[in-house]
């Protein structure tokens, strides 16, 4: 069992920066993936962003340029640096973390841009 926790979502302009953190209960030097996605009211959940083993950071084509997936092994930590935010950035971020056939979800955290 992975527990993963969010923190780093709040109100911020557009244009602004926020970063988020996803912190795992335990080591994620084997876990397969990591990811951050995010839902908006009435919309599904999307995927933003993905870290595999042995491979190049994926993003989604709204956020390209834009956010930054990044994991420090030695802290169980994965991030999601998100620059030039816009209003519709908007939404609930999830963390997500995949071990072999196994998904686990974070709590969220609220990221909301407005003026």
């Known amino acids: 069992q992975v527990q993963l926790v969010e923190s780093g979502g709040g109100l911020v302009q557009p244009g602004g920066s926020l970063r988020l953190s996803c912190a795992a209960s335990?080591?994620?030097?084997?876990?397969?993936?990591m990811g951050w996605y995010r839902q908006a009211p009435g919309k599904e959940r999307e995927l933003v962003a993905l870290?595999?083993?042995?491979?190049?950071?994926r993003y989604a084509d709204s956020v390209k340029g834009r956010f930054t997936i990044s994991r420090d092994n030695a802290k169980n930590t994965v991030y999601l640096q998100m620059n030039s935010l816009k209003v519709e950035d908007t939404a609930v971020y999830y963390c997500?973390?995949?071990?072999?056939?196994?998904?686990?979800w974070g709590q969220g955290t609220q990221v909301t841009v407005s003026s």
């Open positions: 870290i595999a083993l042995g491979t190049n950071p």
């Open positions: 997500n973390a995949l071990r072999g056939q196994v998904s686990y």
């Open positions: 335990q080591s994620i030097f084997s876990i397969n993936a």
